[in-house]
Each structure stands twice: as C-alpha cells, then as structure tokens.
C-alpha cells in the first residue's frame, strides 16, 4: 500500500472538539442551546442507526437533540405539520428529514417545506442556489465534509481536475459546485457517462458518490491522486457482512497518493459537518457573529 490513509474520525474529532468549545458563548449571549431536529419516518435499520448517531453527537458537543420516529404509513399532511411545528419552534435550529423517505411521501415537497434558515442538510432550493451563487448559506454535510478532508489533504485546490462520480443532490451535484469555487476543473460524471475508466484517469481528485460496491478500480486512478470515497455497501464476504466503499480500496491504495477509507473516512466528517450547520444556523438566526471552526 502506498496510499496515505486520510483519517476522518480523527478529522472529525478535532472539528468536533471547535464546535464544543464555542457553545457556551453561544450559551452566554443566546440564553439557550443550539438544537437539532432529526427526524425519521419508518424503520429502516441503517436510517436508525444514522439518526440516532446523529442525536448522541449532538448531545455529546452540548446541544439539543429533538428525535422524531414516526411510523411508515405517515402521510405527507401529517409530515408537513411536523416540518410547520419545526419551523415554527424558536429552539429547533436546524432540521434534518433522513433520506430516503418511504415511496408514498415527497420528498422534495417536504424539503421544500423546511424553513431554508433551519435546512441544515443544505438541500432546499434557496441552499442549493445559494451555493450555485456564491451567497452565504448551509451546505451539504457529506460534500463539506469531503471538501474539508481534500484541504486538509492537499491545501490550495486550485487549478487541479476533479471528477465527482454521481449526481445526486445530496452528493455530487453540491460536491460538484464546491470544487468548482475552489477553482477545480470539475467532470461530473453519472450513469450515461461514456468511458467512465478514463475519464478518471485524468483526475487528480476523485469523489465517489454512486452507491455501487467498489466500482472504481485500483487501474482506474491515476497516480497520486486523491481519492475520496462517499460510499457505503453492505457486501457478504467469507460469510461476514462487511461495509464497502465505491472504490476498490485494495486496488486504488497502491496507486493513489491519498484515500478516504470505508468505513471511518467521509462518514464520521459527514455526521461533524451536521453539527457545525446547526451551531452556524444558530448563530445566524440570533443574528450573532458566527464562529469560525473550518
Ligand atoms: N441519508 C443518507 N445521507 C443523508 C444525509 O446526509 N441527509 C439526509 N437527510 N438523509 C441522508
């Protein structure tokens, strides 16, 4: 193996122990906590453990965690009105609804339907503009949180070329937009992409965001490069279920310069970029100087 081993956890435990440092101040001049609503609906295994993950994390840097686990046969009136009930309470500062909601529910109406001051997952539409334009706003946590751990990697991005693999709005199409304000040539590339293999190999910087179990391979990246894996499989090897990322890590460690692995890369920076959201919102809706932790 080459590759250095680009450690989230750690990352994310350094950024973690900022946010925790500024709350009592928050504390001092608000009168109150930072809270952050999350809010399941269904049964999901994996949703539950990324829900609950995401309370205990709010709960350990000293905020406020609002959990709401409704059944899978809610209806989107009644989701509507959890959201206007949210939107509404003064001591909720950022709302998360966690992907993907059940076949009958909307999911775009009711991230549409999340006050944009309180969309800690920066994925209403004014977030999304505001990132396209420049203005300050929330971003995504996974793409903040990828774009943190390839600064951290190599600095100054500009000039390099990235591809972003995926083009979801929770991912790639954010991911694609902050590289390109850090001045990356950016491919963004999808399921329609001709010649995927080489398109990568001109990549300095590549962001996996599909969903498919170690599809980049190891003679796919160029030398050196970057890589960063957004993915989470759950794979069934030598009788053991294992979690996997988009990248063949085995193959794309002895060729790239730096990687992301799966489990304990982009995941735990992920769950911190929710918590510097919610601590910015907070800021932002008590019209205080925001706190820089990035
Ligand atoms: N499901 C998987 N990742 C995410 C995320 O970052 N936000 C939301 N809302 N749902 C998700």
């Not at 993950?53 to 709401?68: D, N, Q, T, V, W």
């Not at 999304?128 to 929330?138: F, I």
């Not at 001109?202 to 969903?211: C, L, P, R, S």
């Amino acid at each position: 193996m080459n590759a250095t081993i680009i450690d989230g956890k750690a990352h994310a435990n350094r950024l973690g122990e900022k946010i925790s440092a500024s709350i009592p101040a928050f504390r001092e001049q608000a009168g109150r906590i930072p809270g952050l609503a999350v809010v399941l609906v269904g049964t999901d295994p994996a949703s539950e453990v990324y829900v609950r993950s995401k309370g205990r994390m709010a709960r350990k840097l000293g905020m406020e965690s609002f959990e709401y686990v409704l059944p899978e046969s809610t209806s989107q009136a009644d989701l509507l009105g959890l959201i206007a009930t949210l939107n509404a309470d003064d001591a909720v500062d950022g709302i998360l609804v966690q992907l993907p909601l059940p076949h009958h529910l909307d999911s775009l109406a009711v991230i549409n339907a999340i006050d944009p001051s309180k969309d800690v997952d920066g994925l209403h539409p004014i977030s999304a503009g505001n990132l396209v334009s420049g203005l300050p706003g929330l971003t995504s946590c996974t793409p903040l949180g990828c774009l943190l751990l390839l600064k951290s990697e190599l600095g100054d991005l500009s000039g390099l070329d990235a591809i972003v693999i995926g083009r979801s709005i929770l991912v790639g199409k954010p991911m694609a937009q902050l590289l390109l304000a850090e001045n990356c040539t950016v491919t963004m590339a999808h399921s329609r992409t001709r010649d995927l293999p080489s398109k990568v190999r001109q990549a300095d910087i590549v962001v996996a965001a599909v969903g498919q179990a170690e599809m980049v391979k190891g003679d796919w990246i160029k030398p050196g490069a970057t890589v960063i894996d957004v993915g989470t499989s759950r794979v069934v090897r030598d009788d053991r279920t294992r979690l996997v990322g988009d990248v063949d890590f085995s193959g794309a460690s002895q060729v790239a310069g730096a990687i992301t692995p799966v489990p304990g890369g982009v995941g735990p920076m992920t769950i911190m970029c929710l918590m510097h959201n919610t601590v910015i919102a907070a800021h932002r809706r008590g019209d205080l100087p925001l706190p820089s932790f990035l």
